[in-house]
């Protein structure tokens, strides 16, 4: 390493010591020796998880055992987290709840969309929106029948092809690949003008920046919750539904939906408001954990957390370029920081080789086919010096023989 280079990491350093969120990595539990730039993927696990899961496990299940769907709030859970999340994404209060997957939320909010815009057939998404949003879509316009169908369009062409016929625009507000980000309120308002509805996929916008769902009129929104909010491997997903839209029923009529669950009664009464977007019981040990990942969210506040992630990628684009110039990258994210998420993306004809050798030296982010490297930066446990090492370990991989 050179004086230079030296002297360049000692001001990294100092970053991390004047960083107001350098705190909150320590309530992670983080391997040694690790460069963890995957959280787009899958967050870190939170202390706190683990503390209140035990918590959960020994003296909620093992003690209270039935009791505790009343006395430890169980059956709370699901709007009480929404509450929470819907505070992250600029949502109306009631009108977030958690449950299920995101691929089953999306199959809710889409069908639901499509029976507000009965006379129009077409549901319009990105071409290269991620595969499970294409794969609801298609299938439940199969389902329907009646001449519904899917038309894809790349991102550039989603305002200009919202037409008579379109229903509703299906968006994941930033690309899984690239990183580059649709302005939520500016598509929303062009798509009502024009008479359609809009359902987002939130997936690499919740915890990762501010989101005002609220304030661009958003009709409905899916979002993950084991990516960015550090739910944990299969963390439920959260559902937003505009309280304008929230009498109409969904098709999951489950039991938890129910305006009475306990009455055990044989038809379906919807609960009110988003509630009915729940179906079947709730993952209670999935939930406790998700919870604390979003209860620091709301501590650091989110404003600070997308304040340090463009520092992150911006310093890590920086340090890239420079060290990593002529060996065959192509930055793929937008260098506006309002037009892309957290995350730095770029294109190598050797991606997968690549990213396994960085993998080889302790920098963990991920491959893309056919040729993109990902890295997400998730502030409240990524530090500056993590950009640091892993532009170094990237200039180290492509210099080797």
Not at 106 to 126: D, G, M, Q
Not at 162 to 177: E, F, K, P, S, W
Not at 267 to 273: M, Q
Request: net charge neutral; aromatic share 8%.
């Amino acid at each position: 390493m050179s004086a230079s280079s030296r002297t360049l990491r000692e001001e990294v350093e100092r970053l991390d010591r004047e960083d107001p969120l350098a705190p909150f990595r320590e309530r992670f539990l983080l391997p040694e020796g690790i460069v963890y730039l995957d959280g787009n993927s899958l967050g870190a696990l939170p202390r706190e998880a683990a503390a209140r899961v035990e918590r959960a496990v020994r003296e909620e299940w093992g003690k209270g055992l039935i009791r505790s769907w009343r006395d430890a709030g169980w059956i709370d859970l699901p709007l009480r987290i929404g509450e929470k999340i819907g505070r992250l994404v600029g949502a109306e209060p009631g009108s977030v709840v958690v449950a299920d997957s995101t691929s089953v939320n999306l199959f809710k909010v889409l069908a639901a969309a499509l029976s507000h815009r009965p006379e129009r057939k077409t549901i319009l998404t990105e071409r290269g929106n991620f595969p499970t949003d294409l794969y609801i879509a298609e299938g439940l316009a199969s389902f329907v029948g009646k001449g519904h169908s899917v038309r894809t369009e790349p991102a550039e062409k989603i305002v200009p092809s919202i037409g008579r016929d379109t229903a509703v625009v299906l968006l994941t507000q930033v690309d899984y690949r690239t990183g580059a980000r649709h302005d939520l309120a500016r598509v929303t308002g062009e798509a009502h003008e024009r008479g359609a509805l809009v359902v987002w996929d939130l997936a690499h916008s919740a915890g990762a920046f501010p989101v005002d769902l609220a304030g661009a009129g958003a009709d409905f929104a899916v979002g993950c919750g084991y990516k960015y909010l550090c739910g944990g491997p299969g963390a439920p997903a959260f559902v937003y539904v505009a309280p304008r839209h929230q009498r109409n029923v969904q098709p999951l009529s489950g039991w938890f939906g129910h305006a009475a669950p306990f009455a055990f009664e044989a038809g379906y009464r919807p609960a009110p408001g988003v509630g009915r977007y729940v179906c079947g019981t709730s993952p209670i040990l999935s939930l406790t954990a998700l919870e604390a990942g979003v209860d620091l969210f709301l501590e650091a506040g989110m404003d600070r957390v997308r304040e340090k992630s463009v520092r992150l990628a911006d310093l890590f684009v920086e340090l890239v370029e420079e060290r990593c110039g002529g060996r065959g990258l192509a930055l793929l994210t937008p260098r506006e920081p309002a037009r892309r998420g957290s995350q730095v993306s770029f294109a190598h004809p050797s991606a997968e080789g690549v990213m396994k050798a960085l993998a080889a030296r302790g920098v963990i982010g991920d491959f893309r086919p056919p040729d993109i490297l990902r890295f997400g930066f998730a502030p409240l446990y990524g530090r500056f010096v993590d950009a640091w090492d892993a532009a170094e370990a990237l200039g180290a991989v492509l210099a080797a023989p």
